[in-house]
Nanobody
Framework: VQLQASGGGSVQSGGSLRLSCAASGRTITNYHIAWFRQAPEKEREFVGAISRSGAATTYADFVKGRFTISRDIAKNAVYLEIHSLKPEDSAVYFC????????????????????WGQGTLVTVSS
């Protein structure tokens, strides 16, 4: 499978964006999909994930209800909606796929994911 993230852009603080992670080659239901982000000079950090069944989602603590991950099977895509954007949300956002069986928890370390899409840049101005 190939993943491609898109939807980033420049927005003002308080605005919203919807990022897309489109899959090609295989059905996205075969993968748990996670979102990560990396700001300049900072380490990559886990944002959230959705299970391959679509039944479970999880988010990093800093999300605090501002982010929502959803999936459209017909479009073979996963989405990350970000509301109330803050300048500290500025980063390159990546989606990653994990084909493993559900273990009852989400992998939150980037190195545990083998499939990565190219990132999409989000810039939030104050």
């Amino acid at each position: 499978v190939q993943l491609q993230a898109s939807g980033g852009g420049s927005v003002q603080s308080g605005g919203s964006l919807r990022l897309s992670c489109a899959a090609s080659g295989r059905t996205i239901t075969n993968y748990h999909i996670a979102w990560f982000r990396q700001a300049p000079e900072k380490e990559r950090e886990f944002v959230g994930a959705i299970s391959r069944s679509g039944a479970a989602t999880t988010y990093a603590d800093f999300v605090k209800g501002r982010f929502t991950i959803s999936r459209d099977i017909a479009k073979n895509a996963v989405y990350l909606e970000i509301h109330s954007l803050k300048p500290e949300d500025s980063a390159v956002y990546f989606c990653a796929g994990d084909p493993a069986q559900w273990l009852g928890y989400f992998r939150r370390v980037g190195d545990e994911y083998d499939i990565w899409g190219q990132g999409t840049l989000v810039t939030v101005s104050s």
